[in-house]
Antibody
């Protein structure tokens, strides 16, 4: 069965970076895009971007351009999302999700990133 | 890219049907048959309920159905059950190959 397992919770100081991993299993990793979505406390879902595990190609939401990097390591079926220059309003649960059709279909369990001085 | 527009809340009694709307533009909802709907219970990851406007993933109840007309997509839940109480989000692919979500709708089962 498709499974995405994300790395554990992080506490970061403002101005630093965080890198979240997403290990996939149960399917051919290179065959399906991975999306990253975040959700601030009490707020809705916010799309950050996607990565093609096959080509490494990416596309990001305008809001995150210049601050987000998405990479993958096909040898270990793992995708990564790194967000830099963290601010307090980046505090959120970050999800990775494999597509089903064109949309995020299979979701990881989420990674809480807390940004606090 | 602006978020898609959903009602903040809807409610219904057990056994009734409700519909949640999701309004975008010709650059997203109106221009692509890639609208999806998600259910999210508190503290849990979202679950895909409908994809590509009207398709249900395996394991999703046929009480959930989706449709689209012009720039507005809709999710209908028939035979409401207490466990349907949750937040619901729509999403759509855009002409820029990005994704956009709706603001979310809180469904209360009275």
């Amino acid at each position: 069965q498709v499974q995405l397992v994300q790395s554990g919770a992080e506490v970061k100081k403002p101005g630093t970076s965080v890198k979240v991993s997403c290990k996939a299993s149960g399917y051919t990793f290179s065959g399906y895009y991975i999306h990253w979505v975040r959700q601030a406390p009490g707020q809705g879902l916010e799309w950050m971007g996607w990565i093609s595990p096959n080509s490494g190609g990416t596309n990001f939401a305008q809001k995150f351009l210049g601050r987000v990097t998405m990479t993958r390591d096909t040898s270990i079926s793992t995708a990564y999302m790194e967000l830099s220059r963290l601010r307090s309003d980046d505090t959120a649960v970050y999800y990775c999700a494999r597509v089903h059709g064109y949309s995020p279909g299979y979701w990881g369990q989420g990674t809480l990133v807390t940004v606090s001085s | 890219q602006s978020a898609l527009t959903q009602p903040a809340s809807v409610s219904g009694s057990p056994g009734q049907s409700i519909t949640i709307s999701c309004t975008g533009t010709s650059s997203d909802v109106g221009g692509h048959d890639s609208v999806s709907w998600y259910q999210q219970h508190p503290g849990k990851a979202p679950t895909l309920m409908i994809y590509d406007v009207s398709n249900r993933p395996s394991g999703i109840s046929n009480r959930f159905s989706g449709s689209k007309s012009g720039n507005t997509a809709s999710l209908t839940i028939s035979g409401l059950q207490p466990e349907d109480e949750a937040d619901y989000y729509c999403s759509s692919y855009t002409s820029s190959s990005t994704l956009v979500f709706g603001g979310g709708t809180k469904l209360t089962v009275l």
